[in-house]
């Protein structure tokens, strides 16, 4: 039996323990990325930094805004898996939905309960590695605001585009960057 089968059979156990009544759901499934996204918020500690760890093994992209928020958890455990986690998540398949996640992540700056600078410089690192930048620079015409300003602003930091291009990009976008 691997590492994620073990902790999936592990917190199937948790789940479905008699203790667990709040929050509980029949049809919870440890192998399942969308519940364990939705356990990430658990009030059990445990159960939450279960789910994040499992949803780093996994890999699935879907679940950056769930590892992120847990980056702030009060609990300190569920914090250190979440920055495992999202170490595990920076493969370059994942740069785009990374990129996507950047107001998330910024927000983090502003939480008290940890020194967050290392998690953004780690994501940020990762996507200005040069076969992510692209992503980067699509991000400018995302539709979301928060989104295309903040790629805006690290494409100006890092000199990814010439003046010419960076304006020519920003005047296409709906939002007045």
């Not at 998540?89 to 020194?115: F, V």
């Not at 996507?127 to 015409?141: D, F, G, M, R, T």
Request: charged share 20%.
């Amino acid at each position: 039996m691997n590492r994620l089968d073990a902790l999936i059979k592990q917190m199937q156990i948790e789940l479905d323990a008699p203790k667990n009544t709040h929050f509980k759901q029949p049809q919870w499934r440890a192998d399942s990325p969308d519940d364990l996204r939705q356990l990430c918020h658990h009030y059990n500690g445990f159960i939450r930094q279960q789910a994040v760890v499992l949803l780093g093994l996994m890999q699935d992209a879907r679940a950056m805004p769930d590892i992120i928020s847990c980056l702030n958890d009060w609990v300190v455990e569920v914090r250190l898996a979440a920055q495992h986690s999202l170490t595990e998540l920076l493969i370059n398949q994942h740069a785009q939905s990374m990129t996507s996640c950047l107001p998330e992540l910024y927000q983090l700056l502003d939480c008290g309960r940890d020194d967050h600078l290392a998690s953004v410089n780690r994501v940020v690192g990762f996507l200005l590695q040069p076969e992510n930048q692209q992503h980067i620079i699509s991000a400018i015409s995302d539709k979301r605001p928060k989104v295309a300003r903040l790629a805006l602003q690290l494409v100006i930091d890092h000199h990814l585009l010439s003046t010419g291009e960076i304006i020519a990009l920003a005047l296409n976008h709906n939002d007045v960057m």
